[in-house]
């Protein structure tokens, strides 16, 4: 077995392989379209029209792709430190807690100071549902893995409870919290039509967009441009070589999971104040493990994340119009197409790498 | 609390165990070659799915067996062909199943049956009904012995099975030149290569065996336990079965014990719903919740030790 590291041209290692896998993913999600009976490429031009066909379709795909650069970017930054973060379900969800708290606890402020507050509270709750397990790691060697599945599981049963007894008000049947008026944020067809006297097709878009962008630059400036940055993807790629280096990889681990938190408690913000008004049970609904596949689409990079997140943003809203359109092919086909990318595009990274690596040196000769 | 109430929990912690022994026993097997698993809850979610789906074409339970096994296998190849030929993250490879698996189950339950994802309702003839053991009728007119000796009958083959399983695994792991070299090669895989045996060859068993205990599992949940396929049907029992693994410390007996105790507490936790206790009412939640709790608080190594195979999660490459 040769070097199989190494012996291609970086452009094929980071723009053709990723494209291949992606390919052979849409392919095998294609063929199921097929096994149900329907048409693959019809299915596809759905969803296309569905989601970037109209400003309402982009609407949507922006506000989806709003939680998944959160969670996106949570998963990301945990795997640059070597840590693999299955909880940013969880996470997510109770950082909804921090959102409801502040925004319906301090309701009494004026929005400018409320809404910080609650933005604050959301990445704090977020955070400290990260750090314990991060903890667990750093100081106890407990499997991050193991130890952040329990805690999707625990804070399921922990919100039910709180949602339940604490948050609903007494009479109302719905298990839901009161109206978040305080900490409101407006969305695109609110701004629209109160400031400018436009009329915007109705879509969940808010202005939480705008904090995923800067949430994904503020990642990238961290890892890329800071010490600690350098000390988290020093003690991923060599966390031995790291404390050589005088990095104490403990430290490391309990900061990374900690700010993994805090951004995938940023979903709260989108959908707690930004959509909802009101903390939902459930609420997450599956975007925490959306963060994965966009985790490993976008190769951990930003940049990457922004585009996966807003392809599978693509994939929720144009899925939405597609079981519409088509009963037959359910809402559920978007999770296997995740299913599928994560399968292809992580556990099997480097399927067709030795091919393409034997294509090159053919080439070469 | 009436003995008849007792009697009725533990039935039913022995009926809602059965999913957990296998799974977890299914995690014992691939782990202790090397091959860390958290895709059982979607093995046994695609097994649950395809037990229902052809027990009701075939109206026959056994054939709804027969498929669920080779299903959940199919699933548990793809997963050893990552981990053991690709040499995939093992974890990454999980999560993929999990999803492939509950989103096929309700697409294709979707396109089948046109329910919304769920399987028709199966008869009693095509499903895994309760036995009577023999001498049982005379039993239960004894007081006191008749309640308890409910616990132990009225279930299905499966659920005799899977206890059955338990000391058999013990055994085999303990016992048979096959289950040494397994968790030889979960321990030392180094060694294992060089004495002359095939690594990848005793990794593909154990996977195998995994796939053939959740597709037991899942067969369970949707042709014994329940009469049909429900989307999301598995509920974390395939996580709980992880929980119960790492809470066993990669044994067969303890892990019995471990699925017992958190088929007890999902058991109580049906009954207990709403019940008060010194006026105090026990939240349901908590209840749902202990089993995740106590194997954080076991993992941090407050009741105990958790020691995993060493080299279970690592894919093997041959030195040269």
Not at chain 1, 222 to 230: A, E, F, N, P, V
Not at chain 2, 288 to 314: D, E, H
Request: hydrophobic share 55%; charged share 10%.
């Amino acid at each position: 077995m040769g070097n199989t590291r190494g012996e291609l041209p970086t452009w094929v290692d980071v723009g053709l392989i990723p494209l291949l896998n992606l390919t052979v993913a849409l392919l095998v999600a294609g063929l199921v379209v097929l096994i149900i009976g329907e048409s693959p490429l019809e299915a596809l031009w759905i969803m296309l029209k569905g989601a970037v066909g109209s400003l309402k379709g982009w609407g949507y795909l922006l506000y989806y792709a709003t939680n998944f650069v959160f969670t996106g970017l949570a998963v990301a930054i945990a795997f640059h430190a070597g840590l693999f973060n299955i909880g940013g379900e969880g996470q997510a969800y109770f950082a909804g807690l921090g959102a409801a708290t502040v925004g319906l606890g301090l309701q009494f402020l004026p929005w400018p100071i409320v809404i910080p507050l609650a933005i604050l509270a959301s990445m704090a709750f977020g955070a400290f549902w990260a750090w314990i397990p991060g903890m667990l790691q750093a100081k106890r060697g407990s499997h991050i893995v193991i130890t952040t599945i329990m805690f999707n599981f625990i804070a399921a049963s922990t919100m039910v409870y709180l949602i339940n007894n604490w948050f609903r008000p007494t009479g109302k049947m719905a298990v839901e919290s009161r109206e978040i008026t305080g900490a409101y944020i407006l969305s695109f067809r609110e701004i629209a039509r109160d400031y400018f006297g436009m009329r915007l097709p109705s879509t969940p878009l808010n202005l939480t967009v705008f904090l995923a962008i800067i949430a994904a630059f503020a990642v990238w400036y961290l890892l890329w441009r800071t010490k600690l940055g350098y000390e988290i993807r020093a003690v991923g790629a060599n966390s031995e070589a790291a404390i050589y280096a005088g990095i104490k990889p403990e430290r490391i681990i309990m900061i990374t999971m900690t700010i993994s938190g805090a951004l995938a408690g940023l979903m709260a913000v989108n959908e707690v104040l930004g959509v909802q008004h009101r903390l939902l049970l459930e609420y997450v609904g599956g975007a925490g493990f959306v963060g994965i596949a966009v985790a490993l689409m976008g190769r951990s990079h930003p940049i990457g994340i922004v585009l996966a997140a807003m392809l599978f943003g693509l994939l929720y809203q144009g899925g939405a119009e597609l079981s519409f359109a088509k009963p037959l092919i359910s809402r559920d086909m978007i999770v296997v197409i995740q299913g599928l990318v994560i399968l292809f595009m992580g556990a099997l990274e480097y399927a067709f790498r030795p091919a393409l690596a034997a294509l090159f040196l053919t080439a070469e000769d | 609390m009436d003995l008849s109430l007792i009697a009725e929990i533990l039935s039913s912690t022995i009926r809602l165990s059965v999913p957990l022994v296998l799974a977890c026993l299914a995690g014992l097997w691939s782990e202790k070659s090397g091959i860390v698993d958290i895709g059982l809850e979607g093995k046994m979610l695609a097994a649950a799915f395809a037990a229902a789906a052809s027990a009701s074409y075939y109206q026959s339970a056994w054939m709804g067996l027969l498929l669920a096994i080779l299903v959940s296998i199919a699933f548990a190849l793809v997963h050893g062909y990552a981990a053991i030929n690709q040499r995939g993250n093992q974890v990454v490879s999980g999560v993929a199943i999990n999803m492939l698996a509950a989103g096929l189950a309700v697409v294709l339950g979707n396109t089948w049956f046109k329910e919304g994802g769920r399987t028709p309702a199966l008869p009693e003839t095509a499903r895994f009904m309760p036995i009577e053991l023999p001498g049982i009728a005379t039993l239960l007119q004894v007081p006191v012995i008749g309640p308890l000796a409910k616990i132990v009958s009225g279930h299905s083959i499966i659920t005799y099975a899977a206890f059955l399983f338990v000391p058999l695994t013990a055994w085999a792991l303990a016992k048979t030149r096959f289950g040494l070299r397994l968790r030889a090669v979960g321990e030392n895989p180094h060694a294992v290569d060089s004495a002359g045996i095939s690594v990848a060859k005793l990794r593909y068993k154990a996977v195998i065996i995994a796939g053939i205990l959740c597709g037991i599992a899942g067969a369970f949940l949707s042709t014994s336990l329940s009469a049909s396929f429900v989307r999301d049907m598995t509920a974390g029992r395939g996580f709980m079965a992880l929980a119960a693994l790492i809470f066993a410390n990669w044994r067969a007996w303890p892990a019995l014990y471990a699925c017992l105790l958190f088929g007890f507490l999902q058991a109580s936790g049906n009954y207990l719903q709403g019940a008060h206790v010194g006026g105090f009412e026990i939240p349901v939640q908590f209840v749902n919740m202990a089993p995740y709790l106590m194997t954080v608080i076991l993992l941090a190594g407050f009741i105990g030790k958790s020691v995993p195979p060493r080299a279970s999660g690592i894919p093997y490459t041959k030195d040269r």
